[in-house]
């Protein structure tokens, strides 16, 4: 439900992202001996302000963005502080920075989030009332092993097993039974989730809180989101799917509103999708984003000269404006969808 708190919490989320993205351009600008003359959080007129030894810090009215003014930075200069005066290496770091700082917000939020709830294993720690499972034999601290001969290593895979299930037929479950030291197999038929379109056995799992076992495993959702981001992406540019499968502001503060009142652990995870998105999505080659500019360093190199001020800046202001466009589009898409 969308109110004025999960608003704030909606600008809350974006604030911090923007911050951590822009704070990635700032720390790798100043590490590569770069100035930066501002750096701001939002747009439009400046609200609050504070000038330090180079850089002038600012909060502006609009929560819809931020930026870093790196010197040199769509302009000829080519001083000693200039991104202009530095190599491609440091340059292409330095543009990289904000997305690689999104990233590794998105991991620490999904280590934060499992390190809480703990990573669920494959050993079943309770029952869903109403679903087949616990009535048809299986017992606290089974293991699964393997669904219609589909081995089970992860929780995901149990659900992945009944993905092409339709409710027809009976399905072979094989556990181990640790207090029996032996496998067994029981034959049950998985239960319908109304409004899910889906079928579940009706077991909760067991869960680890191993540091290292987090660690790993937040690496590994970083790998399936950032795959199924990809596999969106390309499926987009196929036709094969719709501007409906992109959330705009709009639509992630309905979301937030939702997910919201189960408690803060799904905020964590909205907030690190987003913060993932918010990567790989600037670093695409898209006129304004900074990989349109990691990509012009590579063309820069190719072609052995720099590339005209001029034109980059036509460029990426033509980009800006189909950006503009885009966000409009998606805009409007999520009123209709969740309002």
């Not at 992860?154 to 030291?181: C, H, P």
């Given at each position: 439900?969308?109110?004025?708190?999960?608003?704030?919490?909606?600008?809350?989320?974006?604030?911090?992202?923007?911050?951590?993205?822009?704070?990635?351009?700032?720390?790798?600008?100043?590490?590569?001996?770069?100035?930066?003359?501002?750096?701001?959080?939002?747009?439009?007129?400046?609200?609050?302000?504070?000038?330090?030894?180079?850089?002038?810090?600012?909060?502006?009215?609009?929560?819809?963005?931020?930026?870093?003014?790196?010197?040199?930075?769509?302009?000829?200069?080519?001083?000693?502080?200039?991104?202009?005066?530095?190599?491609?290496?440091?340059?292409?770091?330095?543009?990289?920075?904000?997305?690689?700082?999104?990233?590794?917000?998105?991991?620490?939020?999904?280590?934060?989030?499992?390190?809480?709830?703990?990573?669920?294993?494959?050993?079943?720690?309770?029952?869903?009332?109403?679903?087949?499972?616990?009535s048809a034999g299986i017992a606290e601290?089974?293991?699964?092993?393997?669904?219609?001969?589909?081995?089970?290593?992860?929780?995901?895979?149990?659900?992945?097993?009944?993905?092409?299930?339709?409710?027809?037929?009976?399905?072979?479950?094989?556990?181990?039974?640790?207090?029996?030291?032996?496998?067994?197999?029981?034959?049950?038929?998985?239960?319908?989730?109304?409004?899910?379109?889906?079928?579940?056995?009706?077991?909760?799992?067991?869960?680890?809180?191993?540091?290292?076992?987090?660690?790993?495993?937040?690496?590994?959702?970083?790998?399936?989101?950032?795959?199924?981001?990809?596999?969106?992406?390309?499926?987009?540019?196929?036709?094969?799917?719709?501007?409906?499968?992109?959330?705009?502001?709009?639509?992630?503060?309905?979301?937030?509103?939702?997910?919201?009142?189960?408690?803060?652990?799904?905020?964590?995870?909205?907030?690190?999708?987003?913060?993932?998105?918010?990567?790989?999505?600037?670093?695409?080659?898209?006129?304004?984003l900074d990989g349109s500019r990691v990509?012009?360093?590579?063309?820069?190199?190719?072609?052995?000269?720099?590339?005209?001020?001029?034109?980059?800046?036509?460029?990426?202001?033509?980009?800006?404006?189909?950006?503009?466009?885009?966000?409009?589009?998606?805009?409007?898409?999520?009123?209709?969808?969740?309002?």
């Amino acid at each position: 439900m969308v109110n004025i708190w999960t608003i704030l919490l909606s600008l809350l989320i974006f604030g911090l992202l923007i911050a951590v993205h822009e704070a990635g351009h700032f720390i790798s600008a100043r590490l590569c001996k770069v100035g930066v003359t501002e750096f701001a959080i939002g747009m439009g007129p400046a609200i609050y302000k504070k000038q330090g030894k180079y850089t002038l810090f600012s909060l502006r009215a609009l929560p819809i963005g931020g930026f870093c003014k790196i010197v040199g930075e769509g302009d000829d200069d080519e001083g000693q502080d200039s991104i202009n005066s530095k190599g491609k290496l440091a340059r292409t770091f330095i543009f990289s920075a904000g997305s690689l700082m999104n990233l590794l917000t998105a991991y620490v939020l999904l280590a934060i989030v499992l390190l809480i709830a703990g990573i669920p294993t494959t050993t079943v720690g309770g029952f869903t009332p109403g679903y087949p499972a616990q009535s048809a034999g299986i017992a606290e601290g089974d293991r699964v092993v393997s669904i219609e001969q589909k081995e089970i290593r992860r929780w995901e895979d149990i659900s992945a097993s009944l993905q092409g299930y339709k409710g027809e037929g009976m399905v072979q479950v094989e556990v181990f039974r640790a207090s029996t030291n032996e496998n067994l197999t029981f034959t049950l038929k998985p239960g319908y989730v109304e409004g899910e379109d889906r079928y579940i056995l009706g077991i909760t799992p067991q869960t680890t809180k191993n540091v290292f076992g987090v660690l790993k495993r937040a690496a590994v959702l970083i790998g399936t989101y950032t795959a199924l981001i990809f596999s969106t992406l390309i499926g987009l540019f196929r036709g094969a799917v719709g501007l409906d499968a992109f959330t705009g502001p709009i639509g992630v503060v309905s979301i937030v509103g939702q997910v919201a009142s189960h408690g803060a652990l799904p905020v964590l995870q909205i907030a690190a999708s987003i913060s993932l998105s918010l990567a790989i999505i600037n670093m695409l080659p898209i006129p304004a984003l900074d990989g349109s500019r990691v990509f012009l360093l590579l063309v820069e190199a190719v072609k052995g000269s720099p590339i005209n001020k001029e034109r980059e800046n036509i460029f990426h202001l033509i980009g800006f404006a189909l950006m503009i466009l885009l966000a409009i589009v998606v805009a409007f898409n999520d009123v209709y969808r969740f309002f």
